[in-house]
């Protein structure tokens, strides 16, 4: 089966600090990757499709110079919350795409921001 | 636009059977996926449909009505663990997923 992994699972932070995610694909090349933030009984909501190689395609109302994403390889993408504030507290999780159709989710990552 | 629509909770007995329905209206459609999301963690895969009709894979089935814009999630024999919210997402056009707000199911003993 095709796995996705996040890194950190769960980080607190300091207000104004920055934190980095990363989302790897450990057994397939993924051209393509998701980033999608899920606050408390909520739906998941894209926040961003980053694509290896080019810039990443932010949602409506992403903020993307606070939200920072790099697709360095064919096997990684990195979120960075730059400046967090509490109300960015939520989690992130991440997924892969392969091929056309398949879509494969990392475990999340729970961020706090005190 | 484009919009996913389902149940917001739904409560069944230890053993019996669920169904959980979802409809939704897209810009084109390449599929249709369920997935299974417990308290806290990412959601897991169940199924994908792009063709009418039901798939069958343990005691989960999933239909699909693409002249409907229908699909629902059976769930038998239903055990505790398998208390959880039910995610629907409808890929389109773009290959993009657009989700629905998840079915809170409880199970009672």
């Known amino acids: 089966g095709a796995v996705v992994s996040q890194h950190p699972s769960r980080v607190i932070c300091k207000s104004g600090t920055s934190v980095k995610i990363e989302c790897r694909s450990l057994?397939?090349?993924?051209?393509?990757m998701f980033w999608y933030r899920q606050f408390p009984k909520q739906s998941l909501m894209l926040m961003a499709t980053s694509n290896e190689g080019s810039k990443a395609t932010y949602e409506q109302g992403v903020e993307k110079d606070k939200f920072l994403i790099n697709h360095a390889s064919l096997t990684l993408s990195t979120l960075t919350v730059t400046s967090a504030h509490p109300e960015d507290s939520s989690f992130y999780i991440c997924?892969?795409?392969?091929?056309?159709?398949?879509?494969?989710f990392g475990p999340g990552t729970r961020l706090t921001v005190l | 636009g484009q919009n996913i629509d389902q149940p917001t909770e739904m409560t069944a007995t230890e053993g019996a059977i669920v169904q959980i329905n979802c409809t939704y209206q897209?810009?084109?459609?390449?599929?249709l996926f369920w997935y299974q999301q417990h308290a806290g963690e990412a959601p897991t895969f169940l199924s994908y449909?792009?063709l009418d009709g039901l798939e069958e894979k343990g005691r989960f089935s999933s239909f699909l009505s693409r002249s409907k814009g229908y699909s629902y999630l059976l769930l038998k024999e239903l055990q505790m663990k398998d208390s959880a919210s039910y995610l629907c997402a409808a890929m389109d056009s773009n290959y993009q997923l657009i989700w629905g707000a998840g079915t809170k199911l409880i199970i009672k003993p």
């Open positions: 997924s892969a795409r392969r091929g056309d159709n398949e879509q494969f």
């Open positions: 449909n792009v």
């Open positions: 897209t810009s084109g459609f390449n599929g």
């Open positions: 057994d397939f090349q993924a051209t393509t």
